[in-house]
């Protein structure tokens, strides 16, 4: 299974400490973030990482490189115009028949994750706020997720979206965040994830 990584980011809200190390590798209970996250992939079955990088990049590659041997490609961001165009760039160095998994770069999540691989569906890992709105908000019928939203005025409940998911291939997520991309689509200035999943939840892929 293969894990796409993103930790392009400036981590603005934790200047200064973000000045000289960047925020995946912040330490946290004596390992930084990222080892956190990338422990509990490997541990559940994943065998290969995409790392898309950007700020402070080479400090997180030299991690990468002189903590871990699994088969490691890194993706240059230089442009940092949200989420989903890290996304955007990533699905284009794999083999998007194979399914595969996102897991944000700041984010430790505590779950099995081999169970996500379980049954034929993407599948988004969520969490229940009490103040959604500075979240992608997901609306509920059973397990199924109806539609989804990033950072609504106005949310439909209070299910975020954690930071987790999961594909059965990447050929329509690619579609969608290409015609978000051409087209300069943006919410609140950045590419969204969030958007591109709302699209493909309108031509009918199914998300739990």
Known sequence: MRAIIP?????ERLRPFTHTTPKPLLSLAGKPILG????????NGVDELVLVVGYLGEKIEE???SHYSVPTKFVWQKELLGL?????????????????MISLGDT???????????GNTH?????????????????????????????PEYP????????????????????????????????????????????MLADGEVFE
């Open 7 to 11: 930790v392009a980011g400036v981590g």
């Open 36 to 43: 956190h996250i990338i422990d509990n992939l490997l541990e």
């Open 63 to 65: 991690y990468i490189q």
């Open 84 to 100: 989903g165009y890290a996304i955007y760039l990533a699905l284009q160095e794999i083999n998007l028949d194979e399914p595969f």
């Open 108 to 118: 430790i999540i505590g779950a099995d994750l081999e169970k996500l691989a379980e």
């Open 123 to 151: 599948k988004i890992g969520i969490h229940w706020v009490e103040d959604p709105r500075r979240f992608g908000v997901v609306e509920l019928s059973g397990r199924r997720i109806i539609s989804m939203e990033e950072k």
């Open 156 to 199: 439909k409940s209070h299910w975020v979206i954690a930071g987790l998911y999961y594909f059965t291939n990447g050929h329509k997520l690619l579609e969608k965040l290409t015609e978000i991309v051409e087209k300069g689509i943006t919410t609140r200035g950045e590419i969204q994830l969030t958007d591109a999943l709302a699209k």
